[in-house]
């Protein structure tokens, strides 16, 4: 389930405390899936950092998907009649 195909050295200890229930949900999980519970907790966590930074990292785009990102940034704006009144109304977050 990597998402990395390469295998890196495992030259780190990573330790940290948990419930005895969440300890079995763990050992139950990485017996559903076949691995030692350290491969699955390494490989779980890694999947869920690399999803909390995603959207704090570059993109890289193909060349089609930079000509497509391109041309729907020069698409001029559209007036949105409804929005236009919504934000014309006073704010009721600011006191004034």
Known sequence: MSTDTTQPKKDQRFEFRTS??????????????????????????RIAALRVLADRTEFVLSPVEA?????????????????????????????E
Do not use: H, K, Y
């Not at 969440?22 to 350290?38: K, M, Y």
């Not at 000509?67 to 409804?82: F, I, K, V």
């Open 20 to 45: 005895t229930a969440d300890r079995e949900l763990f050992a139950r999980a990485a017996d559903a899936v076949g691995t030692p519970i350290s491969t699955f907790a390494n490989e779980q966590l």
């Open 67 to 95: 000509a497509l990102w391109d041309e729907m940034c020069e698409r001029p704006a559209r007036d949105l009649p409804d929005v236009r009144a919504l934000l014309a109304q006073p704010s009721t977050f600011v006191d």
